[in-house]
């Protein structure tokens, strides 16, 4: 006799009850979420193919990944403060600087009473069934009694970086930059290099940081979802990549970026005095006709970034994750070549505060959109929390953009910017409005003037967008968090000789596991 017939209608509906119950469990177990791989580039600007900053820029790696389904470009991305800590810190923690206190590379998030309490991306993703893990720079690092402290703390699994560029540090610098007339060479002075590394490209540290995160992809993670946290440490200085990279772009052939002398000229003081002029970098440069050369090299950076990044992306395109992982790649904030006569990071111009940033999401049929809409690294905590189906996290300064893809030329609203304490910008879909703390003031009108050469704040008929933009200012600017006490020099060198005592104490130093007694006297050893 067949049993199924035996089963009654009470049964029958008690036997699919708990059928579609076991399905809808399963379908909030860990393992059914998306995976992230976050991968942050230091001091990469939009020299990036797919938006267009530089016409000979080379990336095919970060290209393919945008052009790919369910791949975004945001056009119009913005940094919370325009250098490395402040936007990273206020990535990381939810909370823009003038907020956190976090300011510029001096400030440990956790010398901040405000961001020290946060709860980090990376924590909250652990804290909800994820497995966190990272290589690489992704928190700004920062000297303390543990050794370097470069977020460690924040995830569940942390791997120092290894590899170099094997130069002898006696020859550097490689340009052979001259100095200025009467100025001294400091250690910044220094960094600011470029040249061909002599280690191979698969000994160099960026290499293997992204040769560890392809390795990782063979894991299973005990079934839990991931966040992978990847840091790259170029286009940051000194621009020391292998030649393959150099050769990619011949100087002959390379394209300087447009430089107009006179382009400070029309942003004055409260006093009507010059507030901006060329720095020491450019002068330089410009004294020893290197345009081409530091473009260069430049170009070689990233180019040798977006190789590393494509040894990641190569992987998890064979590997069991390659469907239901959510990848992001961005940079920390833009970077001068020359515009505004000056080259480097910070200031509150478009060059330094609109970054790269790219969203693959899986799933998605449409491929390669290009997004308008403003946005802001300070909007990836909410917005990568809401695509992972994670609940809310509350207390947030950014906003979530997930469903950019229903209206991908939405403008949104303007998004803030910080460079320092009461130094504020704002960019809207068609202006960048710009106070600092001593009352000098920027308007620009971006529909007609994208590179921002003509200051218009003393146009009597542009007051009420002034008005308007005024609006999205900080109501409060919290003071500066504590600066570091630690000499970052006299630090490394106790760590090294810490290193030096055996394999137990490097692992330990590694990792941020030595007793902090023991590194104090150790340092105060080297006084």
């Given at each position: 006799?067949n049993?199924r017939?035996d089963?009654?209608?009470?049964k029958?509906?008690?036997?699919?009850?708990?059928?579609?119950?076991s399905?809808?469990?399963?379908?909030?177990?860990p393992a059914?979420k998306l995976n992230?791989l976050?991968?942050e580039?230091?001091d990469l600007?939009?020299w990036v193919?797919?938006f267009?900053g530089?016409?000979?820029?080379k990336?095919?790696?970060m290209?393919?990944l945008a052009n790919?389904?369910?791949g975004t470009?945001?056009?119009q991305?913005?940094?919370?403060?325009?250098v490395?800590?402040?936007?990273?810190?206020?990535m990381?923690t939810?909370?823009?600087?003038?907020?956190s206190?976090v300011?510029?590379?001096g400030?440990n998030?956790?010398?901040?009473?405000?961001a020290a309490k946060?709860?980090?991306?990376?924590?909250?993703f652990?804290?909800?069934g994820?497995h966190?893990?990272s290589?690489g720079k992704?928190?700004?690092?920062?000297?303390s009694?543990?050794?370097?402290d470069?977020?460690q703390?924040a995830f569940d699994?942390w791997?120092?970086t290894?590899?170099?560029?094997?130069?002898d540090k006696?020859?550097l610098?490689l340009?052979?930059l001259?100095?200025?007339?009467g100025?001294?060479?400091?250690?910044e002075a220094?960094?600011?290099?470029?040249?061909?590394?002599v280690?191979?490209?698969?000994e160099?540290s960026?290499?293997?940081?992204c040769e560890?995160?392809?390795?990782?992809?063979?894991?299973?993670f005990?079934?839990k979802?991931?966040f992978?946290a990847?840091?790259i440490s170029?286009?940051?200085l000194p621009?020391h990549?292998?030649q393959?990279?150099?050769?990619m772009h011949p100087l002959d052939?390379?394209?300087?970026?447009?430089?107009?002398p006179?382009?400070?000229?029309?942003i004055?003081?409260p006093?009507?005095k010059k507030k901006f002029g060329p720095?020491e970098?450019?002068?330089?440069?410009q004294?020893a006709?290197q345009?081409?050369?530091?473009?260069?090299?430049?170009l070689?950076?990233c180019?040798?970034?977006?190789?590393c990044v494509?040894?990641v992306?190569d992987?998890?395109?064979?590997?069991?994750?390659?469907e239901?992982t959510?990848?992001v790649i961005?940079?920390?904030?833009?970077?001068?070549?020359g515009?505004?006569?000056?080259?480097?990071?910070t200031?509150?111009?478009q060059e330094s505060t609109r970054?790269?940033?790219i969203?693959?999401?899986?799933?998605?049929s449409?491929?390669?959109?290009?997004?308008n809409?403003?946005?802001n690294?300070?909007d990836?905590y909410?917005?990568?929390?809401?695509?992972?189906?994670l609940?809310t996290?509350?207390?947030?300064?950014?906003r979530?953009f997930?469903?950019?893809?229903?209206?991908?030329?939405e403008?949104?609203l303007?998004t803030?910017?910080t460079m320092g304490?009461q130094?504020?910008s704002?960019r809207?879909a068609?202006?960048?409005?710009t106070?600092?703390?001593?009352g000098?003031?920027e308007?620009?009108?971006?529909?007609?003037?994208?590179?921002e050469?003509?200051?218009?704040?003393t146009?009597a008929k542009?007051?009420p967008?002034v008005?308007?933009l005024?609006t999205?200012l900080?109501?409060?600017d919290?003071?500066?968090?504590?600066?570091?006490?630690?000499?970052k020099?006299?630090l490394r060198?106790?760590?090294?000789?810490?290193?030096?005592?055996?394999?137990?104490?490097?692992?330990k130093a590694e990792r941020?596991?030595?007793?902090?007694?023991?590194?104090r006297?150790?340092?105060d050893?080297?006084?």
């Amino acid at each position: 006799m067949n049993k199924r017939n035996d089963l009654t209608p009470m049964k029958l509906i008690t036997i699919l009850f708990i059928a579609l119950y076991s399905v809808l469990c399963a379908a909030e177990t860990p393992a059914s979420k998306l995976n992230v791989l976050f991968i942050e580039i230091d001091d990469l600007n939009d020299w990036v193919g797919v938006f267009g900053g530089h016409p000979q820029a080379k990336t095919p790696n970060m290209d393919r990944l945008a052009n790919q389904a369910g791949g975004t470009v945001f056009m119009q991305a913005y940094c919370p403060g325009s250098v490395c800590c402040a936007s990273r810190s206020a990535m990381l923690t939810g909370l823009r600087p003038s907020t956190s206190g976090v300011y510029g590379n001096g400030n440990n998030l956790k010398s901040s009473p405000i961001a020290a309490k946060a709860v980090t991306l990376p924590q909250y993703f652990s804290q909800n069934g994820y497995h966190s893990l990272s290589r690489g720079k992704i928190f700004h690092k920062h000297p303390s009694w543990i050794g370097m402290d470069e977020g460690q703390w924040a995830f569940d699994e942390w791997e120092p970086t290894a590899g170099g560029d094997g130069l002898d540090k006696a020859n550097l610098p490689l340009n052979k930059l001259p100095m200025l007339d009467g100025q001294k060479s400091n250690a910044e002075a220094k960094e600011f290099d470029w040249g061909p590394t002599v280690t191979k490209t698969k000994e160099t540290s960026d290499y293997l940081t992204c040769e560890w995160a392809a390795q990782q992809l063979d894991l299973d993670f005990k079934g839990k979802p991931f966040f992978m946290a990847v840091g790259i440490s170029k286009p940051h200085l000194p621009f020391h990549v292998p030649q393959e990279f150099f050769d990619m772009h011949p100087l002959d052939q390379v394209q300087v970026p447009e430089i107009v002398p006179d382009d400070l000229d029309d942003i004055l003081t409260p006093r009507g005095k010059k507030k901006f002029g060329p720095t020491e970098d450019f002068l330089r440069v410009q004294q020893a006709n290197q345009f081409k050369q530091i473009t260069q090299a430049y170009l070689a950076a990233c180019s040798y970034a977006d190789h590393c990044v494509g040894v990641v992306l190569d992987k998890l395109a064979k590997s069991r994750y390659a469907e239901n992982t959510l990848v992001v790649i961005c940079g920390d904030h833009g970077w001068f070549l020359g515009e505004k006569l000056r080259y480097r990071k910070t200031d509150l111009w478009q060059e330094s505060t609109r970054v790269p940033l790219i969203i693959r999401v899986p799933g998605l049929s449409e491929s390669g959109i290009k997004s308008n809409r403003l946005v802001n690294l300070l909007d990836l905590y909410p917005t990568l929390v809401e695509l992972c189906g994670l609940p809310t996290k509350e207390g947030l300064d950014g906003r979530s953009f997930a469903g950019w893809q229903k209206a991908p030329s939405e403008p949104g609203l303007p998004t803030l910017t910080t460079m320092g304490f009461q130094n504020h910008s704002v960019r809207s879909a068609t202006h960048r409005y710009t106070r600092y703390a001593d009352g000098s003031e920027e308007l620009y009108d971006h529909q007609s003037d994208p590179m921002e050469r003509r200051n218009l704040i003393t146009d009597a008929k542009l007051k009420p967008i002034v008005d308007e933009l005024r609006t999205y200012l900080p109501k409060h600017d919290e003071p500066e968090a504590q600066e570091n006490e630690i000499d970052k020099k006299r630090l490394r060198k106790a760590m090294a000789q810490i290193k030096q005592m055996g394999k137990e104490y490097r692992e330990k130093a590694e990792r941020g596991q030595i007793d902090p007694e023991m590194i104090r006297k150790v340092y105060d050893s080297l006084k």
